[in-house]
């Protein structure tokens, strides 16, 4: 009985794990099989119910505590129909469960800015999502946010303008400001307590430790010119805000909370 659950919006879960393994290899193979028949369905029009059997799927893996990969649990139904199928479209099927996810999220209390930061990452694991998410939740109501969100806007702005990429390595001998020291400085320094937190997918404590950036992020705009005249001093700026920029956006994508 429990293989069709949740069998209505909000209805329950399966409990055992056979029943929930049955569960989702039934609602992914439904996904797999009319996806692959080119028989999408529209905002309009669902006749074989892939929204019910896409909310379960999350439902199933995010409340029952599955940690599962969304990509690799369709990849496998996928698998199993050989080439019997005309259009296989993994892709599709991976943006129609997640953009379903998306509004569970939002019915869950979670802020749109926050989901959009999170997903911007291009996640696949449900319950990795929400640990991210419960830390986003939280990050982005401090100051901190405020002003490293703008800073990584402003930053992404800057480095879409860049032909040719930038150097690998800082070089301290072209910095020439106390502000760009002391960024530089404390990069390095946060740099193995950011890794190891989110090794251990602690985000909360990952994000903590990125807030800490805040003053020294402040200061650099505040008294360095960027785009300066010498080409290796703007290169080299270029490259610590490129650092700066991949240290900030490991659990989301800050510039898209609300407050950037």
Partial sequence: EQHYFPNKAGGPLPTGIVSQIVSLADKTDTLAGIFGLG????GAKDPFALRRASLGIVRIM???KLD???DELLEQSLSIYGDRLESPDKAGMLAYVIERMR???VDQGYAADAIDAVLAKGLTHPLDIVARLAAMQQFRSTEAAVSLAAASKRIGNLLKKVEGGVPDEVDDALLNQDAETALLEQLRSRKPIIEQHLQGRDYQAAMQATAVLREPVD???D???VMAED???RQNRLLLLNQLHTMM???ADISRLANA
């Fill in 62 to 64: 995010i409340e029952q």
């Fill in 103 to 105: 509004g569970y999220l």
């Fill in 39 to 42: 028989m999408k369905p529209t």
């Fill in 223 to 225: 008294e360095v010119m």
């Fill in 219 to 221: 200061t650099f705009f």
């Fill in 249 to 251: 956006n490991q659990v």
């Fill in 68 to 70: 599962l990969d969304l």
């Fill in 231 to 233: 080409p290796a001093v």
